[in-house]
């Protein structure tokens, strides 16, 4: 039998030691892993840009169930470790005993909650994991939400930051003179100041809280100096302390942390400590860099290898987008220090370095913090820069009279320069990685981690990607949408939500586009993100749209048009088809076709005629078939049981009501949908977006189907038994599409990136989820659901849809 | 020079173009976000594509047909593309937009 391997906190340290104990010895424990939270191992540090919006939870996950269960993982999460029996070798908790061999202790720390009178109100929270964001959220979902964030730290204005972009009304208080005391001086804490300011929030330095006030729930903050600040919550972030409880009641030599020694072992030899909890040569530390370090020897350790922890320097950055600021050593004034400061105001830049002895011991920057790993380095290292201090400030780009090229900035650094702090990869075994075949940032993070973590070092690490492959280099999985940004449509579409960005200059200007108006990739994606996500304040514009929804007419290669007017549900009638007759008769339409879709097709307009023929159609009252749109296109029936001997339901009406519910609505791709009368199918419903089946209980709904450049059966979405529901389910669907996928991307290929699963449970599992995004939906067709023919068959449209000006007398004089 | 007036400013849309018949074809004059006026030959070279209809970006125009991008400035196509456009004076004035005739002439005649 194996050894058994118990592990307390399913926290950042844990999950990285399993991960080096699996990589290189994948049989030896027998593991089981206790975890307070109901959940299993998230990138915790990314908890700021979850509450911010700019990522989802699922997107932070580091190991999902599956990883659990390929490495033969028991999981044991929302379940904590009341009780270690050192004696017994078992852990307790509520549900029983587990015996161990071995144990670790990854507890990580508490949050400090500050000992004032209301601290127990309900409002009042953290800020440590998922739960916490969660009740943020909700907060924040009230009308006119106002929060008190206590603490001016990394994560007091990573919370303020976050909360304010999800609308709240944040005050930050900060018992100090300036923001993050320690880790900025008063300078670089007056420009982020500003900076915050500037985008909303209050900040009140030298902030004593006194109180918290309210009844039954938090209302107010009190201060000593009088100030009162209402607040619907009080996010605490005023510190942390080592989770050491258990420990402490297991007897384990306790201090400020678990005291570890190099190897990570506690004063007890068969059980481990590392991360946050722990105390190792007096310190403690606050962030990951040095846990992935402690983690990695743990697993050696665990091993019965040799291996020793000797401590890590840390530095600092704040994640919130659209600040810049690093820090690392030490920056306070002495006499035995000579400083460096560089300060451009315009630019909003401000650089200081600490020099002691002709070596770096500090620095702090704000606003350009692209050499902030090269000074680390230097600071690590210890290295002499007397010959250089003239253009120290400058970065890396400046010594050795070297270009100023970044690429040969990065060229230049040595193999032992770190490039990514979180996870303390240096160059060296990026270009090692590179030699072994990590050609690009994804593999690259599989098989070092660099920029894995909070990912400010992406660029870095791209540089060297870059400078060690040269021309080979591809770029990051993750595309920008087009050269006019390097935000990937992904980024654009929750930034757009999360800033409440509703129009297209806003968009380019907060999100710091390169180009003075886009271009036609990024514009058409934009105009759609705005419209579908702000229909009732954007304003569709024409202009970012592409040829054949502009002249609502599919373009042909002789730059004639074709005109497919719609035919609910492929329903028509002797009336129609005369007037279909009698306009190809009128503008001389060379072609009349049936299409896949059941429509008539028209091909061979002329421009300039389309107005005219628009104006005729409509009086038929037949309306645009947007067969030319990035929205709904038909939906295809077969007879049903009106007439077939076959049909159970009468696919046909159905057909109608849901084309008659859905048209007009713009999509990221076009859509299309079929009904089927009974299993034959004869309507081809399961290689359409939405299809469905109706059979003798009900209706099957199946959506992610594709008959174009890829085949795609659909996959089962929901059986429902009446015809109402099929309809709910089918409009919610297409909402959640119309919401969350790139422009451009068919339901399948969006369907494969977010997983049915996930949709299921929104669009089928979750009936007030079902419901809202019905409601969205149905808000956005009451500004979107019209005829564009009946709008554009006028005098002013003939008029724009002329020529100019006719300059051919004049030529042929 | 012989500046013909051929019609508003406001006639074109911003972002956008409206053409004008000549004796040899299209014209397409665009007016940019800046409002600025290019005038340049409605035909893409790659396969005819109506430039005009083209979505307009700074002072590029893609062709609707197969997105080759053009400078309305230099008429050259951009990237990696090659091919050429031919452009012609084109001017505003009091709100009023104005083309070369003769210049449009020369292009009947060549
Ligand atoms: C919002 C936020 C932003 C941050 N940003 C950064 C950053 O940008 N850079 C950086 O370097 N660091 C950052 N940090 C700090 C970083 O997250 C921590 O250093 C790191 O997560 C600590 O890892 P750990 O494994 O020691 O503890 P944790 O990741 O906290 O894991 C400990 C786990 O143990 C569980 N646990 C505790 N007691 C028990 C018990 N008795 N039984 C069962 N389970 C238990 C806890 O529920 C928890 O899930 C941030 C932290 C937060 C909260
Ligand atoms: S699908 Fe079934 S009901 Fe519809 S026409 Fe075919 S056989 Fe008849
Ligand atoms: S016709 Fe213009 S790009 Fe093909």
């Known amino acids: 039998m194996r050894p058994r391997l118990v592990v307390i906190g399913a926290g950042m340290a844990s999950g990285r030691a399993l991960e080096h104990l699996f990589d290189a010895a994948p049989d030896a424990y027998d593991v089981t892993l206790f975890g307070s939270e109901p959940r299993g191992n998230y990138n915790r540090i990314m908890l700021s840009p979850v509450l911010s919006g700019e990522k989802t939870y699922e997107e932070i996950v580091t190991h999902d169930a599956e990883w659990y269960t390929e490495h033969g993982v028991t999981c044991r999460f929302g379940e904590t470790v009341t009780r270690i029996d ?83 009304k944040v005050t930050v208080l900060h018992l100090m003179g300036h923001l993050m005391e320690r880790q900025l001086d008063p300078a670089a804490g007056y420009l982020l100041r500003k900076e915050l300011e500037g985008r909303g929030i209050r900040v ?66 068969d059980i481990l400590a590392f991360g946050e909890c722990v105390q190792h040569e007096g310190i403690v530390y606050g962030l990951v860099a040095p846990l992935y370090e402690m983690a990695k020897v743990a697993a050696k350790t665990l091993q019965g290898e040799d291996a020793a922890y000797r401590g890590s320097q840390t530095s600092t950055k704040l994640k919130v987008t659209g600040v810049d600021l690093f820090s690392a050593g030490d920056f306070a004034d002495g006499d035995d220090r000579d400083e460096i400061v560089f300060r451009d105001p315009s630019r909003g830049v401000y650089k200081r370095l600490v020099l002691k002895e002709n070596r770096l011991i500090g620095a702090v920057m704000y606003g350009d913090t692209q050499d902030g790993s090269w000074f680390f380095g230097l600071q690590k290292d210890g290295t002499d820069v007397a010959e250089m201090r003239d253009t120290l400030i400058f970065g890396p780009a400046f010594q050795g009279g070297a270009s100023v090229d970044p690429m040969a900035a990065v060229a230049a650094l040595p193999d032992e320069a770190e490039i990514c702090g979180c996870n303390g990869v240096c160059k060296g075994q990026i270009v090692q990685a590179i030699q072994d075949g990590a050609t690009d940032l994804g593999a690259m993070r599989a098989v070092t981690k660099a920029s894995g973590s909070c990912g400010t070092c992406t660029g870095l690490v791209e540089q060297v990607l870059a400078v060690t492959l040269g021309d080979d280099f591809v ?29 297209m200059p806003a968009v380019m200007q907060e999100l710091d586009w390169k180009t003075s108006c886009g271009c036609h990739v990024c514009r058409p994606a934009l105009n759609f993100y705005l419209l579908a996500d702000w229909p009732a304040e954007y304003r ?116 109608v009501k849901l084309e008659k519910r859905l048209w007009g609505s713009w999509t990221p791709h076009k859509v299309k ?29 199946s959506v992610g189907g594709a008959a174009g450049m890829d085949l795609k059966e659909t996959e089962a979405l ?96 | ?52 209809e083209g979505i307009v970006h700074g002072h590029k125009v893609t062709c609707p047909l197969h997105n080759w991008v053009f400078s309305l400035e230099t008429g050259e196509a951009e990237g990696a593309d090659e091919g050429q456009i031919s452009t012609y004076s084109a001017r505003v004035q009091d709100g009023r937009v104005y083309l070369d005739a003769t210049e449009l002439m020369k292009r009947s005649a060549a």
């Open chain 2, 1 to 52: 020079m012989n500046w013909v007036d051929i019609g508003a400013l406001d006639d074109i849309p911003q972002r956008g173009a409206r053409v004008v018949k000549t004796a040899m074809g299209c014209v397409a004059v665009f007016r940019t976000r800046d409002d600025q006026v290019f005038a340049t030959s409605d035909r893409c070279p790659h396969k005819g594509g109506p430039l005009s």
């Open chain 1, 718 to 813: 929901a059986k429902v038994t009446s015809e109402q529901e099929a309809i709910d389910v089918t409009v919610a669907f297409v909402q959640l599409f119309r919401e969350n996928a790139k422009y451009l991307d068919r339901p399948y290929k969006w369907l494969a990136k977010v997983g049915l699963d996930w949709v299921k449970a929104r669009v089928v599992d979750d009936l007030a989820e079902r419901q809202m995004l019905i409601e969205r939906f149905d808000l956005s067709q009451s500004i979107y659901q019209k005829d564009p023919w009946a709008e554009r068959a006028n005098a002013d449209a003939q008029h724009a849809m002329a020529p100019l000006a006719n300059l051919t007398l004049e030529a042929a004089e």
């Open chain 1, 673 to 701: 949908l079929a009904v089927s009368g009974c299993p034959r199918n004869c309507a081809e419903a399961t290689c359409k977006d939405v299809g469905i089946v109706c059979v003798d209980s009900g209706y099957e709904v």
């Open chain 1, 86 to 168: 050192r004696d017994r070798k078992i852990v307790v908790t509520a549900k029983g005993e587990t015996s161990y061999d071995k144990l670790i202790v990854a507890t990580g720390s508490a949050p400090f909650i500050i000992p004032v009178p209301g601290k127990d109100l309900p409002g009042v929270m953290a800020y440590r994991d998922l739960d916490d964001v969660h009740k943020m959220l909700d907060a924040a979902e009230k009308p006119n939400p106002k929060a008190v964030v206590i603490g001016g730290g990394l994560l007091g204005l990573e919370a303020a930051a976050g909360l304010q972009m999800r609308g709240m």
């Open chain 1, 475 to 503: 770029l990051p999985t993750a595309q920008p949408v087009c050269g006019c940004t390097d935000l990937t449509h992904e980024d654009v579409r929750r930034l757009i939500k999360s800033q409440e960005l509703k129009s």
């Open chain 1, 540 to 655: 569709d514009d024409p202009q970012s749209r592409f040829v054949n929804e502009r002249n609502h007419a599919n373009i042909q290669k002789d730059g004639t048009y074709s005109v497919v007017p719609r035919m609910w549900g492929g329903l028509t009638n002797p009336r129609e088809l005369r007037a279909i007759a009698d306009a190809a008769d009128k503008y001389n339409v060379p072609t009349v076709k049936v299409t896949g879709g059941q429509r008539i097709d028209l091909l061979g307009v002329k421009k300039e005629d389309l107005p005219r023929m628009w104006a005729d159609l409509n009086a038929a009252g037949l309306v645009s078939g947007h067969a030319y749109s990035k929205g709904l296109r038909t939906v295809k029936t077969c007879v049903g049981k009106e007439h077939c001997r076959f049909g159970t339901q009468d696919s046909t009406g159905l057909g």
């Open chain 1, 204 to 269: 009140h330095c030298e902030a004593a809280t006194k109180a918290i006030l309210g009844e039954e729930k938090v209302e107010a903050v009190l201060l000593e100096d009088g100030t009162v600040y209402d607040a619907d919550i009080v996010v605490m972030a005023a510190g942390i302390r080592p989770e050491t409880r258990i420990a402490t009641d297991a007897e384990l030599e306790v201090e400020r942390g678990i005291v570890v020694n190099d190897q990570m072992v506690t004063s007890d030899p």
